[in-house]
């Protein structure tokens, strides 16, 4: 085969109501249901070039990346690899406009690019939902950075159906999240360990049944714009997430002082009249959710919080693409 390139932007997306657990940790598929918008502004953008080299070579950021970095992108060129019958090596190259491994999804965006710039670049034409499976391989939550706007990843039966969908446009809401910023170090324990251990909190089992109440409370609200409702359930949502890490064996404990701070105010804010509401993944950076039109307010508020040391705001992102 010639060498044949491909370019990709993903965005990161922010969970509303989360997954933690997979019942395949393999094929990453999860044991609940997950809605989440993308994040406009934010952005990877990979390209993947098919050579005769011999063997895969992974640039992220200008650095080259060896070890598990590079194994868990060889395996998803490796799928594409097989799909499209080819045997050739890859030359990756990805940057990121955001801090990586600090709780902004930063591989769901870098396996959502992976995915459309491989596939395309091997000569594929694959489906959203099957790109959407591709990348879900590499990291659970770039199954979401694949459609547009708000998007739901459901569970499925079987490996081929566990895949996300736009459950509404990037345009249906206008929608900000501020991520206050109060550590951009890498985090000690990512996701696919967080994953393992997930079953061995006791609270677990309760998470999980209850997914499908707060699934559904949560499209509501997205498709019928209620924030207040929102709020209400992606704040829940996230605390029963975190209260399954903090209950797990070894225990995660994620929160700094200032993410707990940050909580306090949000729910301060609320009750006198600024729509806000908090949710934060698998780091210790809190991801405030406005309307639109107070992001500005919102952002300032959060400047001014000590142990805040930034603050980035994005809107509703639209779908990984190529360029
Ligand atoms: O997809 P992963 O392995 O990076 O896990 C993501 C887990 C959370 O961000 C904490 C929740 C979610 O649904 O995105």
């Not at 459950?167 to 985090?187: F, G, Q, R, S, T």
Request: charged share 20%; proline share 3%.
């Amino acid at each position: 085969m010639n060498a044949t390139s491909a370019t990709a932007i993903s965005h990161p997306n922010i969970a509303f109501i989360k997954y933690w657990g997979n019942r395949d940790n393999e094929l990453r598929l999860p044991v609940n249901g997950s809605i989440s918008m993308n994040l406009d502004g934010l952005f990877t953008r990979t390209t993947v070039s098919f050579t005769s080299a011999k063997a895969d070579v992974l640039t992220i950021n200008s650095d080259q990346v060896t070890g598990k970095g590079l194994e868990r992108v060889s395996y998803i060129l490796d799928l594409v690899r097989l799909r499209a019958g080819i045997n050739d090596r890859a030359e990756v190259t990805s940057e990121n406009n955001f801090p990586a491994g600090a709780g902004i999804a930063s591989s769901a965006a870098a396996f959502a690019a992976l995915a459309v710039a491989a596939s395309k670049a091997a000569g594929l034409d694959l489906s959203e939902p099957e790109l959407s499976v591709l990348a879900r391989r590499g990291s659970g939550s770039a199954s979401r950075s694949v459609p547009a706007g708000f998007v739901e990843w459901k569970m499925g039966e079987a490996e081929s159906d566990s895949y996300a969908f736009s459950i509404a446009p990037a345009n249906h809401w206008n929608l900000a999240d501020c991520v206050a910023i109060v550590n951009a170090a890498h985090k000690k324990t990512g996701s696919t360990e967080g994953h393992a251990i997930a079953r061995t909190s006791p609270l677990q089992n309760a998470r999980v049944a209850d997914a499908s109440r707060r699934l559904e409370i949560c499209r509501n609200a997205i498709l019928n714009k209620d924030f207040d409702a929102f709020a209400n359930i992606i704040e829940h949502d996230s605390d029963m997430m975190h209260s399954v890490m903090m209950t797990s064996n070894p225990p995660l404990m994620y929160w700094q002082a200032a993410t707990v701070e940050i909580f306090h105010l949000v729910r301060e804010w609320r009750a006198s009249g600024l729509p806000v509401g908090y949710t934060v993944d698998a780091g210790a950076n809190v991801h405030v959710l406005c309307l639109g039109e107070y992001k500005t307010e919102v952002e300032k508020r959060l400047r001014e919080i000590p142990g805040v040391s930034n603050v980035l705001v994005a809107g509703v992102g639209g779908a990984a693409r190529t360029v």
